[in-house]
């Protein structure tokens, strides 16, 4: 097993996703740059629950733009004196405005549509030599088809617009500054286009980061889905092997009372005979059982009694070995325990020392206490930490992240029997703890032994 104690901070009900970039993190703490990200994030929001809100804005916007030149009649734009607006009707003026203005309402539903319908008006009335400050909804249009539209129409459209304008201003529109327009309408064209390509590229990176810690997060809890199946078919082969071990024992005495029993005459003997074969045909029933347990282990045959409490102590010999300080303290009658609760324990604590080993590494401490009461079993691993200057054999990570096989194998035996486990720092001091609660009811171990089924 690979146990991960940093499970724990998992075990506290945080988030599945990974841990935030320390960047974004000093960003939301700005003053400014937070609520910043706080605004954009209602503005998407409102958009997202009323989108026709953000269009009808941006029609409003453009339209008091233009308003004081439907209003004015005065030739002077931006570059000098343009045009021969006034050989023209207000009326007319107004139909172009409303023409440039009214399709900027569908700019994000059809960008190429409403784009070229304003490219075409704005030509209408270039070659009509009018000039108006509605013609900005042109850049709102180039910008949208940039953020939303094809990209393959976008050259298009705006090879389109910088042609359009190199013709109005020097030859279908009458403009004072002609250079000074030009450079100016080609420099807002440009900057249409890269704000909306900039956005454009910044949300297909959110929707990446997004779609990568969603996959993240589905390969995570695919990894601990198949660590408890893992556990949980490891602990139903033990189990089995537990269950029969004691009815090879059962059919053993059955068969020896149904033999005594006809020996003396006695009417017992044929019960006792249909109980030995009872046991035997449940034990068949269970080898089919554990070949199935077993079919990634074909070459593992594990012949040995399962360990129990009584094989506490060859474990810690072993851990003292590899330079672990281990106290260990009992307290009640845990040999009374079955067989089955016995595995359990040793599981827990084989798992928590592994742990020890694998976060503090040689020259740290850890006691072990299991202690049975009345309906009660407390198994309880602490530890002081990585010693100052020690080398721990685990790789280097912070101890926050998915749970390994470990942590998963002693929640998976702990359920098994109602229990309750606590995994976490100390609360004073250095190191971790492993806690783990059992409600199993006291029953003497029977001591005939026998090999684990094959």
Do not use: K
């Not at 694998?358 to 002081?384: F, K, M, N």
């Amino acid at each position: 097993m690979t146990p991960e104690r940093s499970a724990a901070a998992a075990d506290s009900g945080q988030g599945a996703a990974g841990a935030p970039s320390p960047g974004l993190d000093a960003a939301w703490s700005h003053p400014v740059l937070g609520r910043l990200l706080r605004g954009q994030g209602r503005h998407q929001r409102l958009d997202r629950r009323y989108p026709w809100l953000l269009d009808t804005s941006v029609v409003l916007v453009v339209f008091l733009v233009s308003l004081p030149d439907l209003l004015s009649d005065s030739s002077n734009g931006p570059f000098g004196e343009t045009g021969n607006r006034g050989q023209l009707s207000t009326a007319v003026l107004v139909v172009f405005a409303a023409a440039l203005i009214v399709p900027l309402w569908w700019r994000r539903r059809s960008p190429t549509v409403a784009f070229f319908v304003i490219l075409l008006v704005s030509f209408v009335q270039w070659s009509l030599g009018v000039w108006q400050q509605a013609g900005i909804s042109a850049l709102v249009a180039l910008y949208s088809l940039a953020l939303h539209g094809s990209l393959r129409v976008l050259g298009w459209a705006a090879a389109l617009t910088f042609v359009g304008l190199a013709l109005s201003v020097c030859f279908l529109v009458h403009v004072e500054h002609p250079l000074l327009g030009l450079f100016f309408l080609v420099g807002t064209t440009t900057a249409a286009i890269a704000v909306g390509l900039t956005l454009r590229i910044r949300r297909m990176y959110l929707a990446a980061l997004e779609d990568r810690a969603r996959r993240l997060e589905i390969e995570r809890d695919q990894r601990v889905q198949l660590t408890a199946a893992a556990e949980r078919a490891r602990v139903a082969r033990e189990m089995h092997d537990i269950v029969g071990h004691n009815l090879s024992v059962m059919v053993s005495v059955a068969d020896g009372a149904a033999t005594l029993a006809a020996n003396r005459r006695e009417q017992s003997a044929e019960a006792l005979r249909i109980l030995g074969d009872t046991g035997r045909q449940a034990m068949s029933e269970l080898r089919r059982v554990l070949g199935v347990l077993r079919a990634e282990q074909d070459d593992e045959r594990l012949l040995n009694p399962q360990p129990g409490i009584r094989d506490l102590d060859h474990l810690l010999a072993r851990v003292r070995a590899a330079g672990l300080r281990v106290t260990y303290r009992s307290v009640g009658d845990v040999d009374a325990l079955g067989i089955g609760v016995q595995l359990t324990v040793y599981r827990i604590v084989q798992e928590a020392l592994t742990n020890t080993l694998r976060h503090a590494g040689a020259g740290s401490a850890a006691e072990v206490t299991v202690t049975t009461d009345v309906g009660r079993l407390r198994i309880r691993v602490t530890d002081i930490g990585a010693p100052p200057g020690a080398h721990v054999q685990a790789e280097p990570g912070p101890r926050t992240g998915d749970p390994g096989h470990g942590l998963v194998g002693i929640r998976q035996r702990a359920a098994m029997y109602g229990g309750d486990v606590t995994i976490g720092p100390r609360e004073a001091g250095l190191g971790w703890t492993v806690e783990v609660v059992l409600d199993v009811p006291s029953s003497t171990a029977p001591t005939v032994s026998g090999d684990r089924l094959p």
